[in-house]
């Protein structure tokens, strides 16, 4: 009898103040930190921290920032192998929209479009390989916008689970239109 008394105790302590249908609230904001990998693959990376705002019908405003690299390995240096890193910093701002939830509200898929804008460094501005060879990509600032998919599983009231697959054009780059990244992270609601 006292191990089911202290069962069922220990049951109402942890799940006492959930509210699931509190949720993805106007005015609701959390803090994402995230990242993943690059055009699949392996060496090329990214990290992501974003502020995210609800608004009416669990839409989301997102405002945050990325740093992302993409590393090529070249027939240079010493051992026949050299790594040049290009890097792109940027800072974004976009709306997602919620396209499916489930009834207790703990999972969520939003769509959603981004501006972007930011710096890109080839070979950390260093031109002048291990060679001698001289790299021709410069540094610069970029702009342009994102595609996302985004889905959020609600571990806890306030802790959050997230996915994405997004898609990145930028122009003023020397590393190609667009870039795919896949990625994963978690969400803390603040408020």
């Known amino acids: ?7 069922t105790f220990a049951v109402l302590a942890l ?10 609230l106007p005015k609701m904001q959390g803090i994402a ?17 974003t502020v995210d705002t ?15 690299q993409r590393n090529h390995k070249h027939e240079y240096g010493e051992d026949g192998r050299q790594t040049i890193p290009v890097v792109q910093v940027t800072a974004e701002g976009g709306y997602y929209k919620q396209v499916l939830s489930d009834a207790s509200k703990s999972f969520f898929v939003y769509v959603g479009a981004s501006a972007l804008a ?4 080839v070979n950390w501005n260093k031109q002048l390989l291990d060679d001698g060879s001289r790299l021709t990509g410069r540094d ?3 702009y342009g916008c994102a595609a996302t998919l985004n889905v959020e599983w609600y571990l806890s009231d306030k802790v959050v689970l997230t996915g994405n697959v997004r898609e990145r054009f930028l122009w003023g780059n020397t590393s190609g239109l667009n870039h ?11 408020n």
């Open 140 to 142: 610069g600032f970029v």
């Open 1 to 7: 009898m006292k191990k089911k008394m202290l069962l």
């Open 15 to 24: 799940t006492m103040g959930q509210a699931t249908a509190q949720r993805v």
């Open 33 to 49: 930190i995230g990242g993943g990998m690059v055009d699949g693959k392996s060496d090329s990376f990214y990290g992501s921290m």
């Open 180 to 190: 795919t990244q896949y990625g994963i992270g978690l969400k803390f609601i603040i």
């Open 118 to 121: 930011g710096y890109e460094t």
């Open 54 to 68: 609800y608004t009416k019908g669990g839409n989301k405003w997102v405002f945050g920032a990325e740093y992302l």
